[in-house]
């Protein structure tokens, strides 16, 4: 007995609107569209100045304390 594969075109999520449903929703699909876009470059940048500005915020702060250490005392490991 063969078994019959079906390929199903389109196995991710398929959204169909009507014409009357994109009218009503095409502002709101476009400003969630616009706050998702802007959100997700917002967090890569906020990855990229937390990565490389965290050694430089620690050394600006701890030059900062008292009793105020010199560049090589606060970078040595002792």
């Not at 063969?2 to 014409?19: D, F, M, P, T």
Request: hydrophobic share 45%.
């Amino acid at each position: 007995m063969a078994s019959k594969v079906s390929l199903k075109a389109g196995r991710g999520k398929s959204v169909k609107k009507s014409a009357a449903a994109d009218e009503d929703g095409s502002t709101v699909a476009v400003a969630a569209r616009f706050v998702k876009e802007w959100s997700t470059w917002t967090m890569k940048k906020a990855k990229v100045i937390t990565h490389y500005g965290f050694i430089p915020l620690v050394i600006l702060i701890g030059m900062n304390s008292e009793p105020k250490p010199s560049l090589s005392q606060l970078l040595s490991p002792v």
